[in-house]
């Protein structure tokens, strides 16, 4: 209940009570905890995503959802988005690093909330959720598919294709075109890129456009994987309204965790906002990874992922993106990805080695932890923030000035994993899972 006034408030006892339960709660918690923690409760919706004009279509999500599950999509037949992003591990995989046609040394993330990201793939070298979808289907080590091939699928399968033709129109005629081509990296030996340099601009515009597409109908299908209420939220909206099974929903442990985070151990500097994220890059001192030869691989990070997003055809700017031109003269949007933002982009030495922040909604069930995986548990990532004990000993020029030790005692590291799994809800509910299955 909400108290419009105290003397509106005291005719009600039970009102009054819980105003003086939430104060008392929150005089109990520093000031940078109490705004801290605030700020992060509740979840919006996820910002509009004005380059995707099928991002609210119930229809683009409907199919986007088959094809989500669907592994005629991959280059074997056995692969889909599912294959590494699993409704049952809350849309990962479980494993350190991911494999799909081949292993790559990448830790598979989850995709809850991913629609309120602004960039996206751990250096952000996609910046829409759609443009993002291209590449796991085309990359030969992950789903071996291409944009040719996705036509021809589309034209055999006629529920598909009816499907496909009902919000985007006629499928492109495929006569005269080769049986797969995708664009590859110039100079490449891969069969793919001659037959895909011998096809005509329009034929490449048209295969292009299905597969930015079926993109965009993924991407609506992923806007739909929102976490829901959890303790922390419940707990949250007792500091509000007092009301006293919401603040029961934090013991000791977890109100110790939470002070932690939003306070001394400094969390927060990054992970901040209802996503528990900034949405940002940094560099968090993992340890290097070794190549087979056992030397040090020092990671570019978001140095390499901005230079790729500038490059990218299909990215916000690109004619694929429904965002409207700046040239239009149409008034460009306020919130999430919109054209204009990629100018603002700078390749500063820091970016290297810089990766983004995950959000920690549900992190407590997707171990092992950061891009590659590093880390099997929570108690693991803390205790690496306490002491960066495990981080390379030099540290870069530009090192993250934010993050120093913390020391953390063995009861202060219990009380911030307690917290980290009081951000969890529940997996994923049956409208989000294969349709059809059970
Ligand atoms: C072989 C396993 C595999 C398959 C198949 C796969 N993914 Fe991924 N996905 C990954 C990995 C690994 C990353 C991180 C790669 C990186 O950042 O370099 C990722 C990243 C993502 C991201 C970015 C998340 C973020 O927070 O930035 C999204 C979204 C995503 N995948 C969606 C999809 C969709 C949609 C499909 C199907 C079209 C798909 N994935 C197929 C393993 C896979
Ligand atoms: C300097 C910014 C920064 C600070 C401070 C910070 N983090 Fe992180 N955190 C990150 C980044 C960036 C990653 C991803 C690192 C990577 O994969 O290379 C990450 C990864 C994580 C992960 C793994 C999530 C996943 O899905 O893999 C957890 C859990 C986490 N942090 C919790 C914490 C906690 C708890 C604290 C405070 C003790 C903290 N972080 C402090 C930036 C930060």
């Given at each position: 209940m909400r108290c419009a006034s105290l003397a509106l408030a005291l005719l009600f006892a039970g009102c009054g009570r819980d105003a003086e339960r939430a104060a008392l709660a929150r005089e109990a918690l520093p000031q940078e905890v109490l705004v801290g923690a605030l700020r992060a409760s509740p979840l919006p919706p996820p910002p509009a995503d004005p380059t995707n004009a099928y991002a609210e279509d119930p229809r683009a999500a409907a199919l986007g959802r088959s094809l989500f599950y669907d592994a005629r999509f991959s280059s074997n037949g056995e692969i889909s988005c599912a294959s590494c992003h699993d409704p049952d591990l809350d849309w990962g995989d479980g494993a350190v690093t991911a494999t799909g046609i081949a292993s790559f040394g990448v830790h598979?993330?989850?995709?809850?909330?991913?629609?309120?990201?602004?960039?996206?793939f751990w250096d952000g070298r996609a910046d829409t959720l759609w443009a993002q979808a291209v590449q796991?289907?085309?990359?030969?080590?992950e789903m071996g598919g291409d944009r040719v091939s996705f036509v021809r699928l589309l034209l055999d399968d006629s529920e598909l294709s009816a499907r496909y033709e009902e919000l985007f129109g006629a499928l492109p005629d495929v006569s005269g075109w080769p049986s797969s081509a995708r664009p590859v990296d110039e100079g490449s030996s891969d069969p793919m890129h001659s037959a895909w340099l011998g096809m005509s601009a329009?034929?490449?515009?048209?295969?292009?456009?299905?597969?930015?597409?079926?993109?965009?109908s993924v991407a609506a299908f992923q806007r739909q994987m929102v976490t829901s209420e959890t303790a922390f939220?419940?707990?949250?909206r007792g500091l509000r309204h007092g009301a006293a099974e919401?603040?029961?929903?934090?013991?000791e442990e977890e109100l110790k965790g939470m002070e932690l985070f939003f306070g001394d151990a400094r969390c927060h500097l990054c992970h901040h906002g209802p996503l528990f994220t900034d949405l940002e890059f940094h560099d968090v001192r993992l340890p290097y990874g070794v190549n087979e030869?056992?030397?040090?691989?020092?990671?570019?990070g978001r140095w390499d992922g901005i230079g790729a997003v500038l490059e990218d055809p299909l990215n916000s700017d690109g004619d694929f993106s429904d965002a409207?031109?700046?040239?239009?003269?149409?008034?460009?949007?306020?919130?999430?990805?919109?054209?204009?933002?990629?100018?603002?982009?700078?390749?500063?030495?820091?970016?290297?080695?810089?990766?983004?922040?995950?959000?920690?909604?549900?992190?407590a069930r997707t171990a092992p932890f950061t891009h590659r995986g590093v880390y099997a548990n929570l108690e693991e990532v803390v205790r690496h923030y306490s002491e960066l004990a495990d981080a390379p000993a030099k540290r870069h020029a530009d090192a993250e000035e934010i993050l120093v030790p913390v020391h953390l005692d063995d009861g202060e590291v219990s009380a911030l994993?307690?917290?980290?799994?009081?951000?969890?809800?529940?997996?994923?509910?049956e409208e989000l899972r294969a349709p059809g299955a059970r």
């Amino acid at each position: 209940m909400r108290c419009a006034s105290l003397a509106l408030a005291l005719l009600f006892a039970g009102c009054g009570r819980d105003a003086e339960r939430a104060a008392l709660a929150r005089e109990a918690l520093p000031q940078e905890v109490l705004v801290g923690a605030l700020r992060a409760s509740p979840l919006p919706p996820p910002p509009a995503d004005p380059t995707n004009a099928y991002a609210e279509d119930p229809r683009a999500a409907a199919l986007g959802r088959s094809l989500f599950y669907d592994a005629r999509f991959s280059s074997n037949g056995e692969i889909s988005c599912a294959s590494c992003h699993d409704p049952d591990l809350d849309w990962g995989d479980g494993a350190v690093t991911a494999t799909g046609i081949a292993s790559f040394g990448v830790h598979t993330p989850s995709l809850w909330n991913v629609a309120y990201n602004r960039w996206f793939f751990w250096d952000g070298r996609a910046d829409t959720l759609w443009a993002q979808a291209v590449q796991p289907w085309e990359h030969p080590d992950e789903m071996g598919g291409d944009r040719v091939s996705f036509v021809r699928l589309l034209l055999d399968d006629s529920e598909l294709s009816a499907r496909y033709e009902e919000l985007f129109g006629a499928l492109p005629d495929v006569s005269g075109w080769p049986s797969s081509a995708r664009p590859v990296d110039e100079g490449s030996s891969d069969p793919m890129h001659s037959a895909w340099l011998g096809m005509s601009a329009q034929s490449k515009v048209e295969a292009t456009r299905v597969i930015v597409n079926l993109a965009k109908s993924v991407a609506a299908f992923q806007r739909q994987m929102v976490t829901s209420e959890t303790a922390f939220d419940r707990y949250i909206r007792g500091l509000r309204h007092g009301a006293a099974e919401d603040l029961a929903a934090f013991g000791e442990e977890e109100l110790k965790g939470m002070e932690l985070f939003f306070g001394d151990a400094r969390c927060h500097l990054c992970h901040h906002g209802p996503l528990f994220t900034d949405l940002e890059f940094h560099d968090v001192r993992l340890p290097y990874g070794v190549n087979e030869s056992g030397e040090e691989v020092r990671e570019m990070g978001r140095w390499d992922g901005i230079g790729a997003v500038l490059e990218d055809p299909l990215n916000s700017d690109g004619d694929f993106s429904d965002a409207p031109a700046l040239l239009s003269g149409e008034a460009p949007s306020v919130s999430g990805s919109a054209r204009g933002h990629l100018e603002f982009l700078l390749r500063s030495p820091h970016t290297k080695g810089e990766f983004k922040t995950p959000g920690l909604r549900n992190a407590a069930r997707t171990a092992p932890f950061t891009h590659r995986g590093v880390y099997a548990n929570l108690e693991e990532v803390v205790r690496h923030y306490s002491e960066l004990a495990d981080a390379p000993a030099k540290r870069h020029a530009d090192a993250e000035e934010i993050l120093v030790p913390v020391h953390l005692d063995d009861g202060e590291v219990s009380a911030l994993v307690a917290f980290l799994e009081a951000l969890s809800s529940p997996r994923p509910g049956e409208e989000l899972r294969a349709p059809g299955a059970r």
